[in-house]
């Protein structure tokens, strides 16, 4: 199977996973910035894990190998993950659910999420080679990943991130680190 069909195949997965875990429906987007239903933190980094388990053990049974990363700008990452988040927040739609509820024929899915891609990928092309140059020279970290960073074993990282969302869920769960919805 090419890279591109698994990829599809993958993707259709997931765009079904999302819409059966009711991550589709806008109050749960909202509801994660208002720290009431934390639904989708907890897929996603579940999402993350077995990415990072199935990736990691391919590559240690030589099935894949990981291409060149690209270099870390720390600026260029925060700038870009504020104006993600507010955009998030705001409209209460992220990229995973507006391509999942468009799928499902949602015309409020659809437009705002195809306007947000559109305006998104203009503005970044529009604005690449004035503002890249600069940005690419604050605090960039070069070609580096997680466990390069910390200087450990890739399977010690995975395993650290997994123990590591373990312990969110279980204060997230047990413990009620999540805000309580408010009765109006």
């Not at 739609?93 to 705002?112: H, N, R």
Request: charged share 10%.
């Amino acid at each position: 199977m090419s890279t591109h069909v698994t990829a599809l195949v993958l993707g259709v997965f997931f765009g079904f996973s999302l819409n059966k875990a009711g991550l589709t429906k806008y109050h749960k987007i909202v509801n994660v910035f208002r720290l009431t239903d934390l639904a989708v933190l907890k897929f996603m980094m579940t999402a993350l894990v077995v990415s990072m388990t199935g990736v990691y053990a391919m590559r240690g049974l030589g099935w894949v190998t990981f291409p060149h990363v690209p270099a870390t700008y720390i600026a260029g990452n925060i700038i870009g993950g504020l104006i993600f988040g507010v955009g998030m927040a705001l409209s209460g739609y992220c990229p995973g659910t507006c391509a999942a509820g468009s799928g499902e024929g949602k015309l409020d899915y659809l437009i705002p999420g195809l306007l947000g891609f559109l305006v998104g990928a203009g503005i970044y092309g529009l604005t690449y080679q004035k503002v890249f140059p600069s940005i690419s020279k604050i605090a960039n970290k070069g070609s580096i990943v997680i466990p390069d960073a910390w200087n450990i074993s890739p399977h010690l990282t995975v395993l650290f991130f997994a123990l590591m969302s373990l312990f969110l869920f279980y204060l997230i769960d047990r413990v009620g680190l999540h805000r309580k919805e408010s009765v109006s």
